[in-house]
Nanobody, 121 residues
Framework: QVQLVESGGGMVQAGGSLRLSCAAS????????MGWYRQAPGKQRELVGT???????DYADSVKGRFTISRDNRENTVDLHMNNLKPEDTAVYYC???????????????WGPGTQVTVSS
C-alpha cells in the first residue's frame, strides 16, 4: 500500500480544536479519494470525512459543521480540521487513500498507522 504518515493527534478539552495532517511518503500520480476514518474502543472503524477527485467531500453526520477536510493534490496531503470537539470524538484516527497509482503500482486502499485523539469533558 501507499505509505501514509499522520501527525497532529493529542489530548484536548471538550470544545477545543485539533488539526490532523497526513502525507504520502511517495509520489502519487492519481488517486480517487483521500480522507480520514476513526475507530473508538469497541467500535468499528467509521468514515469521518473524505475528499474525492474534483473536490467533492463526504462527512459523517456526527461531524458535519465541526470538521473540515482540506487536501493538497500536488503534495498528496490531506488535513482534518476539527473544531468544537466532543468526548465522543475520542478515537484513533486513520488517514486513508483510495485507488492510488504510484511508481510502485496500483493500491486500491491504503491506511496510515493511526493517531490518537482524546477529548476530555
Amino acid at each position: 500500500q501507499v505509505q501514509l504518515v499522520e501527525s497532529g493527534g493529542g489530548m484536548v478539552q471538550a470544545g477545543g480544536s485539533l488539526r490532523l495532517s497526513c502525507a504520502a511518503s511517495e509520489r502519487i500520480f492519481s488517486i480517487s479519494a483521500m480522507g480520514w476514518y476513526r475507530q473508538a474502543p469497541g467500535k468499528q472503524r467509521e468514515l469521518v470525512g473524505t475528499m474525492r477527485s474534483g473536490g467533492y467531500t463526504d462527512y459523517a453526520d456526527s461531524v458535519k459543521g465541526r470538521f473540515t477536510i482540506s487536501r493538497d493534490n500536488r503534495e498528496n496531503t490531506v488535513d482534518l480540521h476539527m473544531n468544537n470537539l466532543k468526548p465522543e470524538d475520542t478515537a484513533v484516527y486513520y488517514c486513508n487513500a483510495d485507488d492510488a497509482r504510484t511508481t510502485r503500482g496500483y493500491w486500491p486502499r491504503s491506511w496510515g498507522p493511526g493517531t490518537q485523539v482524546t477529548v476530555s469533558s
